[in-house]
């Protein structure tokens, strides 16, 4: 769906989907702390990925 939906691309095949997890992983080691336990981009297995909202007390404290 994410490909379909940002991209406008259907996949063809079961590599395509690697697409959106590269992007995601490249993501992930820009914004979290540590890459291995992710607080931010978080999976969601069989469903994909989501982002977890931050609190204003959170964004005040820069976490």
Not at 3 to 19: A, C, F, H, I, M
Request: proline letters at 3%; glycine letters at 4%.
């Amino acid at each position: 769906d994410i490909l379909e939906q940002v991209w406008g691309y259907k996949p063809t095949s079961s590599n395509d989907s690697r697409v959106v997890d590269v992007h995601i992983s490249r993501l992930r080691a820009k914004v979290e702390e540590d890459v291995e336990v992710p607080e931010l981009i978080l999976t969601t297995r069989g469903k994909g990925y989501m982002f977890r909202r931050c609190s204003q007390e959170e964004m005040s404290l820069n976490i």
